[in-house]
């Protein structure tokens, strides 16, 4: 455990040192589960943006974008479910008067069994080596039946309450799991009672109830409310989807691990509308569809599942998460819904406007059902950047951390590196610069020996570092070092660009 938080940390200040990601308003002491992106940062997360727009937008012929507000009409949020049912069970503990979500503690306290079971396998790894037989360990280790037993029966009871929507039940099973708080380590607990996570703000000068508006706790909001707006004018023909990349809020009440769970954060979405009745084709669709989307940036599968929910938002017929296995374990980096026509049907009622499409294939009017992929900007960023974030011991017994970022994503494509700063080598790598920024995002550098150069292009992630030296004065060629091999192949400059392109 020690050694997931010390990686964690690691990145955390990795992410600080290079201009990646800043606590919000530091000046001030920062501000709790906000924060801003640097320099590097806002390239990585433009990168992300761009490869999740464009895979949307470009690779399907059928998906329109939109940029809806995020202040929208209350009525929206009451049609939406989200004022009565967006909510989280909260228990405080009177000792510490320490603040927590009753379904975390309950969740942690899984974990934990599951990490005995974890230390369990490493300590039967260890002392029978070459010979363990892991499938037969677990089904034989009678301390690992009687754990897995108990986060089974506490899985399912837990599921059970959270279903039915029971908080004196939840209060009473964690009295029962002797879960106690971590700051104070008593069980003195108060009720569990439901907090609505929206951030409630008043629009216009006159503080009046009806003034109430809320800071959208999702995206999707602003498409259902523009279905009709988009197909009509669009002529969009169903099956179609509409994507949004844009801000949410919400008021987390545990907000810890780094960017993982923040108050204001990003969100990517696609609401993809289709007739009744396909919706769970579309749904199997999408699932594939977006995992393929992850594992095309080069990160394996096995650090990817798919979740399927057990308690259903009041929304949906079916869900699933893609989980990704973070520094602290394997937790949900994007939601996929199917979200039936409950969306669009509420919208109705409530504005009482007519949202029906008429599918001429089939001669018939309906309210279209929806399929919703989901995923959080910041939470694709944090996964990239652990899963990038790479120590390595050089042959020569050196250092180095390297961002091992896909390639397509990082900051900058690649770097150009005056070997010495005379002999006309600047100025030759600055043309070479010139030349390259049309087509990458480039960075010109002369300061510091050449070793330090790389060392800092590596722990942002540049691909490639192109070295000018005086060979290049001689016959118009450089070396470009690739970032995770520290390979170096000498390439003429006519090549440099296809060189970039094709590694
Ligand atoms: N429209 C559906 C929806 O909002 P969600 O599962 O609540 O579903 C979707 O959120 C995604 O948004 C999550 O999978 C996660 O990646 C991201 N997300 C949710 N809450 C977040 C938070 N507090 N901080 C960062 N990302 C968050």
């Known amino acids: 455990m020690a050694n997931t938080e010390d990686f964690f940390k690691k990145i955390t200040s990795h992410a600080k040192e290079y201009g990646f990601v800043f606590q919000s308003s530091e000046l001030y002491d920062g501000l709790s589960a906000v924060y801003d992106y640097g320099p590097n940062g806002v390239e990585l997360k433009n990168n992300i943006k761009q490869y999740w727009w464009r895979s949307m937008t470009q690779m399907h012929e059928n998906i329109v974008g939109i940029d809806s507000a995020v202040f929208m009409h209350p009525k929206i949020w009451k049609a939406s479910g989200h004022v009565d049912a967006f909510n989280d069970p909260l228990i405080d503990n009177k000792d510490s008067k320490k603040r927590y979500r009753a379904d975390v503690l309950i969740e942690d306290h899984i974990a ?26 677990l089904a034989t280790s009678e301390r690992v039946k009687g754990y897995k037993a108990q986060v089974e029966d506490i899985h399912q009871r837990f599921a059970d309450l959270m279903n039915a929507n029971d908080l004196k039940g939840l ?42 508006i809320y800071l959208r706790p999702e995206t999707a909001q602003g498409i259902f409310v523009n279905y009709l707006n988009v197909q009509k004018t669009g002529r969009m023909k169903i099956p179609f989807g509409i994507a949004q990349i844009g801000k949410a809020f919400r008021n987390e009440i545990v907000a810890r691990q780094f960017i993982f769970r923040m108050r204001e954060f990003e969100q990517m979405e696609m609401e993809f509308f289709c007739r009744p009745g396909t919706e769970m084709q579309w749904f199997e669709y999408w699932k594939q569809e977006r ?10 599968k096995e650090k990817y599942r798919y979740h399927d929910h057990e308690k259903l938002a009041h929304y949906a017929n079916a869900a699933t998460d893609i989980e990704f296995e973070f520094p602290f374990g394997f937790k949900e980096l994007e939601g996929i819904h199917s979200r039936t026509d409950f969306d669009l049907k509420r919208h109705q009622e409530f504005s009482g406007k007519k949202i029906q499409y008429f599918d001429s294939e089939i001669n018939e009017s309906y309210i279209p059902y929806c399929v919703e992929t989901s995923i959080g900007l910041d939470r694709t960023f944090l996964a990239v950047l652990s899963y990038a974030f790479t120590e390595e011991t050089l042959e020569d017994g050196s250092q180095r951390v390297v961002l091992k970022l896909p390639k397509m994503l990082a900051p900058y494509r ?12 600047p100025e030759k790598a600055k043309k070479i610069v010139d030349d390259l920024r049309w087509s990458f995002r480039t960075h010109y550098e002369e300061k510091d020996t ?40 000498r390439v003429s400059l006519d090549n440099i660009k296809s060189f970039i392109l094709q590694h």
């Open 291 to 300: 995992l393929n989307w992850h594992l095309a940036l080069g990160i394996p």
């Open 450 to 489: 050449i070793g330090k150069r790389y060392r800092r292009h590596d722990a942002i992630g540049t691909p490639f570092c192109i070295t000018v030296d005086t060979q290049t004065m001689e016959d118009d060629t450089v070396t470009i070092r690739e970032r995770d091999t520290m390979q170096q192949e």
């Open 112 to 137: 934990k069994i599951e990490e005995k079971i974890n230390k369990e396998i490493a300590k039967a790894k260890k002392r029978f080596g070459d010979n363990f037989n892991e499938e037969q360990f």
């Open 171 to 212: 209060r009473d099973l964690i009295i029962e799991l002797e879960i106690a708080c971590p700051i104070s380590g008593t069980r003195n607990w108060t009720d569990v009672r439901q907090f609505n996570l929206m951030f409630a703000t008043k629009m216009g000068s006159v503080s009046d109830d009806s003034d109430t």
């Open 414 to 425: 690649c770097a150009v590196l005056p070997l010495v700063n005379k002999d006309g080598l």
